[in-house]
């Protein structure tokens, strides 16, 4: 089964400053990436998703993140949080063989701070 | 867009009961999941299903059983609630393609008394 480590369970960063959020994946054979945000008692939302292609992909709400091979992440950024920003992250995989499981990392909580 | 409607938002049971969690999709996808969400533990995987009357075990399935009669609907059922099975529960759809993401639910919160 794949595993996927989400470093830093909680991460707060001021308003106006770099999001990053890390994200790496245990498989040999590059599965696909998803990441998904979860907003308080709510379900999880799609942010963005690498399946093959361009390695850097944009998503909602200004975020991004960038696929590389070579140390296994998958690591989501924005440029500059805004309040709205504060959410639970989770980075997910999905192996390209089966398809039908994913596997999701323990999530990071989002503080962002005035 | 997709829809995935889960019928409670919040759900208070007592320790023994039967409890139904219902979830229902409207775009016709093949895969549904059940999920179980705690802090500091992220999504577990309790069952999936992949066609009508078809399901698998996930990675926490005791105490947990599901049922799919129908294609867009997808039921998590615990026989006889505990107390250790107070969580959000999460239910998801995709098409059935690996490359596609999961559609979730709002969640359920169920808690048990």
């Known amino acids: 089964a794949q595993s996927v480590t989400q470093l830093g369970s909680h991460v707060s960063v001021s308003e106006g400053a770099l999001v990053l959020l890390r994200c790496n994946y245990s498989?040999?054979?590059?599965?696909?990436l998803f990441w998904y945000v979860q907003y308080p008692n709510q379900g999880l939302q799609l942010l963005l998703k690498y399946t093959t292609g361009a390695t850097l992909v944009k998503g909602i709400n200004g975020f991004e993140a960038e696929f590389k091979k070579s140390e296994t992440s998958f690591h989501l950024t924005k440029p500059s949080a805004h309040m709205s920003d504060a959410a639970e992250y989770f980075c997910a995989v999905s192996d390209r063989n089966t398809g039908n499981q994913f596997y999701f990392g323990t999530g990071t909580s989002l503080t962002v701070i005035p | 867009d997709v829809k995935v409607t889960q019928s409670s938002r919040y759900l208070v049971k007592r320790t023994g009961e039967k409890v139904f969690l219902e979830c229902v999709q409207d775009?016709?996808?093949?895969?549904m999941f059940w999920y179980r969400q705690d802090p500091g533990l992220g999504l577990r995987l309790i069952y999936f299903?992949?066609?009508?009357?078809?399901?698998e075990k996930g990675d926490i399935p005791e105490g947990y059983s599901v049922s799919r009669e129908k294609k867009e609907r997808f039921s998590l059922i615990l026989e006889s609630a505990s107390t250790n099975q107070t969580s959000m529960y999460l239910c998801?759809?995709?098409?059935?393609?690996?490359?596609?993401?999961?559609?979730f639910g709002n969640g359920t919160r169920l808690t048990v008394t």
């Open positions: 775009m016709d996808h093949e895969n």
């Open positions: 498989s040999s054979v590059p599965p696909y």
């Open positions: 299903s992949y066609d009508v009357k078809m399901k």
């Open positions: 998801a759809s995709s098409p059935g393609r690996g490359n596609s993401p999961l559609h």
